[in-house]
T-cell receptor, first 113, second 116 residues
Framework: AQSVAQPEDQVNVAEGNPLTVKCTYSVSGNPYLFWYVQYPNRGLQFLLKYITGDNLVKGSYGFEAEFNKSQTSFHLKKPSALVSDSALYFCAVRTGTASKLTFGTGTRLQVTL | DTEVTQTPKHLVMGMTNKKSLKCEQHMGHRAMYWYKQKAKKPPELMFVYSYEKLSINESVPSRFSPECPNSSLLNLHLHALQPEDSALYLC???????????????FGEGSRLTVL
């Protein structure tokens, strides 16, 4: 079985400050981890993925995520938040040959001036 | 071309109507997916097609009928829906996992369905 948890329903941060959106996962086997962003009434946009290799993954729009195997975490980070980053963020996991991508419950990021 | 195109963007239908949602991609992906998403909730997997054959049906009611007529197209036929079926329906595609794909999904913008 595979699952992913996003412990925060909402994260509030001031523009220019660093942001972190948390994600932890549970899988049997090696995880394939993803972050997606969704703006209101839009589809999901891919941000970044961890498949193998370097634990620090860089993605779109200045986002990055760090894979931590010992803590089973894959937190999303950005050094300096923008108001335009305000959206709903989903962490997702897949393992092995499973076609199914399991999504977390989502975290709403609110960036204010 | 890295787009997944969904039509229509909005659909309003009565409980006795028959309608269809359409999805198209030209990325050469041989896995295609239908997801249902309620407001402020994560997407829920409905169906997966792999090489144009249905590989996963997540116990979806028969009033939803998927079809994959070729490797670029995916349809979702709707009949006798209930108001609680109102949601955003997302189509996605990916490389087939067993063919070396990593599972990255490419999503369309969705079709917002309202059932009256």
């Amino acid at each position: 079985a595979q699952s992913v948890a996003q412990p925060e329903d909402q994260v509030n941060v001031a523009e220019g400050n660093p942001l972190t959106v948390k994600c932890t996962y549970s899988v049997s086997g090696n995880p394939y981890l993803f972050w997606y962003v969704q703006y209101p009434n839009r589809g999901l946009q891919f941000l970044l993925k961890y498949i193998t290799g370097d634990n620090l993954v860089k993605g779109s729009y200045g986002f990055e995520a760090e894979f931590n195997k010992s803590q089973t975490s894959f937190h999303l980070k950005k050094p300096s938040a923008l108001v335009s980053d305000s959206a709903l963020y989903f962490c997702a996991v897949r393992t092995g040959t499973a076609s199914k991508l399991t999504f977390g419950t989502g975290t709403r990021l609110q960036v204010t001036l | 071309d890295t787009e997944v195109t969904q039509t229509p963007k909005h659909l309003v239908m009565g409980m006795t109507n028959k309608k269809s949602l359409k999805c198209e991609q030209h990325m050469g992906h041989r896995a295609m997916y239908w997801y249902k998403q309620k407001a402020k909730k994560p997407p829920e997997l409905m169906f997966v097609y792999s090489y144009e054959k249905l590989s996963i049906n997540e116990s979806v009611p028969s009033r939803f009928s998927p079809e994959c007529p070729n490797s670029s197209l995916l349809n979702l036929h709707l009949h006798a829906l209930q108001p609680e079926d109102s949601a955003l329906y997302l189509c996605a595609s990916s490389q087939v996992i067993l063919a070396g794909g990593n599972g990255e999904l490419f999503f369309g913008e969705g079709s917002r369905l309202t059932v009256l």
